[in-house]
Structure formats: structure tokens, C-alpha cells
């Protein structure tokens, strides 16, 4: 219900919408009663639930690119599962690293390794999913079919780290108050310490 007004600009409610997406594309669903709404949604939350349990690959370990309000920056290594959503992550990221504040002050942003500008989480996305997706589309891109090749006997980890770093997927921890400026790959690179 929070994520709505990120998502669209209409009016929806939350008693018979919700956001849907793959893994960083959203879409609002609205129902004709609250009932039925809660009813698709509680079906396929279970979906999901039982289709995780089930995955193979269950943790990954994510580069973060830290920024905070002088533009200096860090990067820390933080272990994602596979349910963990983004608010988790930045949650997680900012207790490893000691900082201070709530995670509402904080943004977490994915650059996905194609020539795009970075795209601001909004909480819900799963940042394990991301990363694995941007792992099948360079894989797919680099043996030159389209078929979104699975890669569930447990090599995404090791793939992840081999990719070149303008292939792979970029995850940045900024404060919210920054203005959202245009994030490419290249302006990260020029202020790393």
C-alpha cells in the first residue's frame, strides 16, 4: 500500500490495489472488492513463498556502493537471500556498517549492467531477484541466444564475480535527501575511494 503513489499517479487505494513487478518493472492491480483482492494476493504470495523454498541458489553476496552526503563513497559485501526485499537490505547494510538513521532516510538504487540510468528502489523489490536477472540477461547476451538461461546448479555466485564490472549489476546506498541525480556506472567509478 505504501509503494502505490511511487508507482502511479492516480488514486488508487490500497483496500483493493497492489504493486506487482519483475524484477524492478511495477505494475498497480486493482480489484472490484477489497475481498477479491485479498484473495489473489494471499494466492499468490503463496505462489512466490513455495517457489523460493524451492530455489536452489538461496544466498548471494551483493557489492554495495555506499555514498553519503559529501558524495564520498565505500563498498561493502553484504550477504541477500532470496526473500529478502530492499527495505531488508538497506536495513542489513546499514546495521553492518554502523551508520546511523532509518532506513526512510536512506534509498537504495540498482544500476543493471546495460547502458541505463540508475533506478531507485522502492522497498518491496527483491534485490537477490534483480541481481540474478541481470546475471541471466548477461549470460544470454554473451552466448548470443535469448532464452534466459537458467543457472541453478549454483554458478550465478562465481558468474557474478567473473562478469566485467560494466556487465554486472551495481546496487548504491545513498541518503534520501541527495538530489536524485542521474547515476551512471561511469560517475560511480570517478568517486570511489
Same mark, same amino acid.
Given at each position: 500500500?505504501?509503494?502505490?503513489?511511487?508507482?502511479?499517479?492516480?488514486?488508487?487505494?490500497?483496500?483493493?490495489? #497492489? +504493486?506487482?513487478?519483475?524484477?524492478?518493472?511495477?505494475?498497480?492491480?486493482? #480489484?472490484?472488492?477489497?475481498?477479491?483482492?485479498?484473495?489473489?494476493?494471499?494466492?499468490?504470495?503463496?505462489?512466490?513463498?513455495?517457489?523460493?523454498?524451492?530455489?536452489?541458489?538461496?544466498?548471494?553476496?551483493?557489492?554495495?556502493?555506499?555514498?553519503?552526503?559529501?558524495?564520498?563513497?565505500?563498498?561493502?559485501?553484504?550477504?541477500?537471500?532470496? +526473500?529478502?526485499?530492499?527495505?531488508?537490505?538497506?536495513?542489513?547494510?546499514?546495521?553492518?556498517?554502523?551508520?546511523?538513521?532509518?532506513?526512510?532516510?536512506?534509498?537504495?538504487?540498482?544500476?543493471?549492467?546495460?547502458?541505463?540510468?540508475?533506478?531507485?528502489?522502492?522497498?518491496?523489490?527483491?534485490? #537477490?531477484?534483480?541481481?540474478?536477472?541481470?546475471?541471466?540477461?548477461?549470460?544470454?547476451?554473451?552466448?548470443?541466444?535469448?532464452?534466459?538461461?537458467?543457472?541453478?546448479?549454483?554458478?550465478?555466485?562465481?558468474?557474478?564475480?567473473?562478469?566485467?564490472?560494466?556487465?554486472?549489476?551495481? #546496487?548504491?546506498?545513498?541518503?534520501?535527501?541527495?538530489?536524485?541525480?542521474?547515476?551512471?556506472?561511469?560517475?560511480?567509478?570517478?568517486?570511489?575511494?
Amino acid at each position: 500500500p505504501i509503494c502505490l503513489s511511487e508507482v502511479t499517479e492516480k488514486k488508487m487505494g490500497p483496500e483493493t490495489s #497492489f +504493486v506487482i513487478g519483475w524484477p524492478t518493472t511495477n505494475y498497480v492491480v486493482t #480489484f472490484s472488492s477489497a475481498d477479491v483482492k485479498e484473495r489473489c494476493l494471499s494466492a499468490l504470495l503463496w505462489h512466490i513463498n513455495a517457489v523460493k523454498q524451492n530455489e536452489y541458489l538461496k544466498n548471494l553476496t551483493l557489492q554495495i556502493l555506499v555514498l553519503d552526503a559529501d558524495n564520498c563513497s565505500s563498498t561493502t559485501a553484504v550477504s541477500v537471500s532470496n +526473500v529478502e526485499t530492499a527495505e531488508g537490505v538497506m536495513k542489513k547494510t546499514l546495521l553492518q556498517l554502523g551508520l546511523p538513521g532509518r532506513t526512510s532516510d536512506h534509498h537504495l538504487w540498482v544500476i543493471s549492467g546495460k547502458d541505463e540510468p540508475a533506478y531507485p528502489l522502492i522497498g518491496h523489490e527483491h534485490p #537477490f531477484s534483480i541481481a540474478l536477472n541481470c546475471l541471466r540477461d548477461s549470460a544470454d547476451q554473451h552466448q548470443g541466444t535469448n532464452n534466459n538461461t537458467l543457472l541453478a546448479d549454483g554458478t550465478e555466485a562465481s558468474i557474478l564475480d567473473q562478469l566485467p564490472k560494466e556487465k554486472q549489476c551495481q #546496487f548504491v546506498l545513498k541518503p534520501r535527501l541527495q538530489a536524485p541525480t542521474r547515476l551512471r556506472r561511469e560517475s560511480l567509478q570517478k568517486h570511489t575511494r
